[in-house]
């Protein structure tokens, strides 16, 4: 049997709709038939072959994360049934097929159901957002109620589920965008700061009397980093998933605080941890469920003909959300 993907022949080159082999799920995976694709700003770094962490041999079809409905199980596979809704963060890497195709077989440990109260288009959104902040507010920094949060980029695809998983456990939680994001991060439940009108010093002044956040989140990297290890707290923490490049470690080290790395990839990359992910969907589950945890999604419409445009609307700055791909 056939189905109809994007693939991608040459890096950088156009995503050309093409019949492929449907595949079929092996032990352990379940065969998907892919409802939403959501996008990341990753997979435009895939697809220009810049993403040397995430390197995928061509030709390649494109998609991290997914949202669907069971087609059908491999041998060994008792959690998941065909008709079962379900949500991950499943392939476009290390050689894994995208969810850029009408059915993917994918490992079931990284599944987790869908929220009944979110629409597919809502789920295929979170997933790569949740499994970044989840690793990094619970798995690294383990936050504790009513310690002071800092999401850094808090407007942003990983940024706003950050804020509300903060939100949720419990902690006071404060987040950076640009002026036109304000109320954003409201509607999220931050306080807003402005951080192109606000040096570290102040907004730590006026929002923590100085003293400095428990924990500072970084969606950004770069500078913002260093604008981190700035605002954290004496023996508070930093994570980060854009670690990369030279930072100097000398404010963090003399307020003794700490910092973890967040690499959202290295279990679908090694075939590691994969039980944890779909462990942290099950989360992302109980959270929307109780309308504690909803993706913010661009209202635009794409679908398998019309990629081209989702990857424009990704790269041109004008996405009001993260963009979702509608496969079925």
């Avoid at 409802?35 to 995928?56: E, M, Y």
């Avoid at 079962?84 to 476009?92: A, F, I, L, Q």
């Avoid at 930072?247 to 941890?273: D, I, N, Q």
């Amino acid at each position: 049997m056939s189905m109809q993907a994007v693939v991608l022949s040459r890096y950088n080159g156009p995503l050309e709709l093409t019949s492929l082999v449907r595949p079929e799920p092996a032990r352990g995976e379940v065969l998907v038939r892919v409802a939403a694709s959501g996008l990341n700003p990753l997979d435009t770094k895939i697809r220009a072959g810049s993403a040397g962490h995430a390197k995928h041999p061509l030709p390649l079809v494109l998609g991290i994360d997914m949202a669907g409905v069971v087609e059908s199980v491999g041998p060994g596979v008792s959690a998941f049934k065909p008709g079962d809704e379900v949500y991950g963060m499943t392939g476009g890497v290390g050689g894994i097929q995208g969810s850029l195709a009408q059915y993917a077989a994918v490992d079931a440990d990284l599944l987790a159901r869908k929220p009944s109260s979110l629409s597919m288009r809502e789920a295929a959104a979170l997933p790569l957002a949740f499994i970044t902040s989840y690793s990094g507010i619970v798995d690294r920094a383990n936050l504790q109620v009513g310690q002071t949060v800092l999401v850094q980029g808090g407007a942003g695809g990983v940024g706003h589920v950050s804020v509300q998983l903060a939100r949720a456990l419990g902690a006071k939680v404060f987040a950076t965008a640009s002026g036109g994001n304000q109320d954003v991060l409201v509607q999220f439940g931050a306080t807003p700061i402005d951080y192109a009108t606000q040096t570290v010093e102040q907004y730590v002044g006026s929002c923590t009397d100085g003293e400095g956040f428990d924990l500072v989140v970084d969606t950004v990297g770069g500078t913002t980093l260093d604008a981190s290890f700035a605002a954290v707290k004496h023996f508070g923490h930093v994570v980060s998933a854009l670690g990369w490049g030279t930072h100097a470690l000398a404010p963090l080290s003399f307020r003794e605080a700490t910092y973890s790395g967040v690499f959202t990839l290295h279990a679908l990359l090694s075939g590691k941890g994969r039980a944890h992910h779909g462990e942290m969907m099950r989360k992302a589950t109980l959270l929307a469920q109780a309308g504690k945890l909803a993706p913010r999604v661009d209202p635009r419409r794409f679908d398998l003909a019309s990629v081209e445009q989702a990857y424009e609307a990704l790269s041109d700055g004008t996405a009001q959300g993260k963009i979702v791909v509608d496969i079925a």
